[in-house]
């Protein structure tokens, strides 16, 4: 199945303000000591985010496409009806204004991952003030391929998805509880004797 997705471009203006404190202490044979520095923290970065993929297809889960991520784009090619020959193709349903919320939380969120990754090294940091503003830049169209397996067990339906381009697998798999529970007093029966 090809899934449609939007490919959003992201600018993110990230800042950051705090008062930092390092703490060491050390004893000699009288005393204990604690000795608190502080520091003002402040950090300004920007970064660039290319092609963050958000599904505009209803039938497809959103929590289940955003853990088929990674793609990858260098394997990207113009459209050309052959590649859809003999395949599914997932209608696109949902425009890009409707979807962009997702991407922009994205890029939230991995703004403040990186940022975050640059506080390292502090006992505190108070007085926060921290600032992440995104820019939308561009936003293109493309097909992934995403392929659905649904198999039926005990009378029960499962779900599984595939990633066609990296091979990951998404989905949840039947449990049998005879063999779950005959595994349990195995290992249980090996670390009684």
Known sequence: TYVPFFLYDYHSDMSFRAIGTKVRTWSDSKY???????????????????????DASIAMDDGTMDL???????????????????????????????????AEKKVRRDSEELLNNTLGGYATLTNVNKNIAVHKRDVK???????????????????????????????KTPISKSRVLAYGATVFGMIYI
């Open 32 to 54: 204990h000591y604690t000795e608190t520095s502080y520091y003002d923290v402040a950090r300004e970065m920007d970064g660039d985010f290319d092609k963050v993929p958000v």
């Open 141 to 171: 169209f493309a097909l992934l391929p995403i392929w659905e397996y649904v198999f039926n067990y005990q009378g029960v339906d499962y779900k599984l998805h595939v990633n066609g381009q990296t091979g990951k697998v998404v989905g």
């Open 68 to 102: 088929m991520e990674p793609y990858t784009y260098r394997e990207l090619e113009a459209h050309q009806d052959k590649y859809l020959s003999g395949f599914y193709a997932e209608k696109y349903n949902m425009e890009e204004g409707e979807v962009a919320y997702r």
